[in-house]
């Protein structure tokens, strides 16, 4: 079992910053891709971005592209998500995610909870 954490969420005006963290424990030793999903109100979730083991390969979706930034850190168990630009949006519950690597949640085993993202115009 891999537990998921997000946290780094929280209140901004549109034009602002964020960086989402994401903390995995349990079984981290598999070399697995995290990726980053998010659902706003009314809307299904979505994919945002995605990074391999090594940290080679990267995804984005079109909408947080030259916007937003997924980087890793193995030795510590941590995933990061760097969003510049921040519109209104971007606002929605962000999720971690860790599996293979893809853009589609069910190539993904393990889920964090989510942490609340907010863009104010």
């Known amino acids: 079992q891999v537990q998921l954490v997000e946290s780094g969420g929280g209140l901004v005006q549109a034009g602002g910053s964020l960086r989402l963290s994401c903390a995995a424990s349990?079984?981290?030793?598999?070399?697995?891709?995290m990726g980053w999903f998010r659902q706003a109100p009314g809307k299904e979730r979505e994919f945002v971005a995605a990074?391999?083991?090594?940290?080679?390969?990267?995804d984005y979706a079109d909408s947080v592209k030259g916007r937003f930034t997924i980087s890793r850190d193995n030795a510590k168990n941590l995933v990061y998500l760097q969003m510049i630009s921040l519109k209104p949006e971007d606002t929605a519950v962000y999720y971690c995610?860790?599996?293979?690597?893809?853009?589609?949640?069910?190539?993904?085993?393990?889920w964090g909870q989510g942490t609340q993202v907010t863009v104010s115009s």
């Open positions: 995610a860790a599996g293979v690597l893809a853009t589609i949640e069910p190539n993904y085993t393990y």
């Open positions: 349990g079984r981290t030793q598999s070399r697995r891709a």
């Open positions: 990074i391999s083991w090594s940290g080679i390969s990267t």
